[in-house]
């Protein structure tokens, strides 16, 4: 049974040191610039300086008042006589629109990555007391579900755009795969899966 689970401590052991360094590469290391920064317009200017959303929901606001009233006046017309997506002010607004949903789609994934992960931590905390003091199989199982989970939902996430909420969920899963990693060889060790296996012969 050791040799299996060693098998399983290598899987994770793995994942969760390929996951840190690509969180390590891209907080740190990617490139963040463009040749065409230049040609961005206010909007996408705005929604890549903003610290916090309501900078977004402040710029947001007036683009949507004006869009407002064109509809308004443009009543029982066909939207394609005269609402053109790629013009202004319907470009603006779209623009810091999606952006903010964006962000709203960050911040629910930043609570669920943080809920399932402690999750993951109690059912992996469980296994290894189970493991030592009663079943083996129980315990395995338990660890294997809760290191399962918290490998998961460290795993690497790809962004459409660059913004201070994509930077504080990266920040968020590089902590996280960090602990686990240091977690898994804790555990390891706890299990024994560390030791040498010349020196559990000679014992």
Known sequence: MKTFE??????????????????????????????LDEFKGEAENSIQSASQLRELLAKYRPAREVVHKLEQQNLGKSPDAWR?????????????????????????????MRAYWMFGLIAATLGVLVHRKASRWL??????TGVSEMIWWCSPAWFSQETAET???LGNKLILSSVTL??????ARLLGLLANQDREAIA
């Open 6 to 35: 060693r098998v399983l401590f290598l899987v994770g052991f793995l994942l969760i040191t390929v996951y840190t360094t690509r969180h390590v590469y891209q907080l740190w290391i990617a490139p963040r610039t463009s040749v």
């Open 84 to 112: 053109f997506e790629d013009q202004e002010p319907f470009k603006t607004e779209s623009t810091l629109r999606r952006a903010i949903e964006e962000w709203e789609e960050k911040q629910r994934a930043l609570i669920e």
């Open 139 to 144: 315990g395995l199982a338990l660890a294997v």
């Open 167 to 169: 930077t504080r969920l």
């Open 182 to 187: 240091l977690l898994l060889v804790v555990g």
